[in-house]
């Protein structure tokens, strides 16, 4: 039973403390970079670039800052919302994975042309070799490779290659 009700007074006390700090309106951070909660403004002292917090609003100190350069420039920029920096994100996600689809394809287009060019080469080594080559013709009769065409596909093959490199 002991137990029980420590773990229920650690609980309310938790709550406590959090509740408090929720009803806080505004927070800085103080001299000693300790923060301060409270629902009073923050004395004038305080500069406003240590303001975290004003009136349920949350402050980006980098923003803060840069919006003070830009309008010491005479140039202003808005703060960018929670939709814009969504789509950006979104429009960042796009393009990676376009350029990773890019670099996918032209991965499998470099395969596929480096196993064109080793077929064309191994076809080569077998028109060189000066074998009897069978084909098939339009009526699926077994014919042999004639001289003339065998120079033909030599002719056709060399310039082939030279798109392989060789």
Sequence with gaps: MKLSIRHTLIVLATLATISTSALAQYVWLD??????????PPPASVPK?????????????????????????????????????????KKRRDELAAKEKKDADEAKASAAKSDNCKRMRE???????GQRIS???????KSYMTDEKRAQEQTQLSQNLSDCGN
């Design 31 to 40: 001299e000693k970079g300790n923060k301060q909660f409270s629902d009073q």
């Design 49 to 89: 670039n240590k303001i975290l917090k004003f009136s349920g609003k949350i402050i980006d100190n980098q923003d803060s800052s840069t919006d003070a350069d830009n309008s010491k420039a005479g140039t202003t920029k808005p703060a960018d919302s929670l939709a814009d920096k969504e789509l950006a994100f």
């Design 123 to 129: 076809y080569k080594q077998s028109l060189d070799s």
């Design 135 to 141: 084909q098939m013709d339009a009526t699926g009769q």
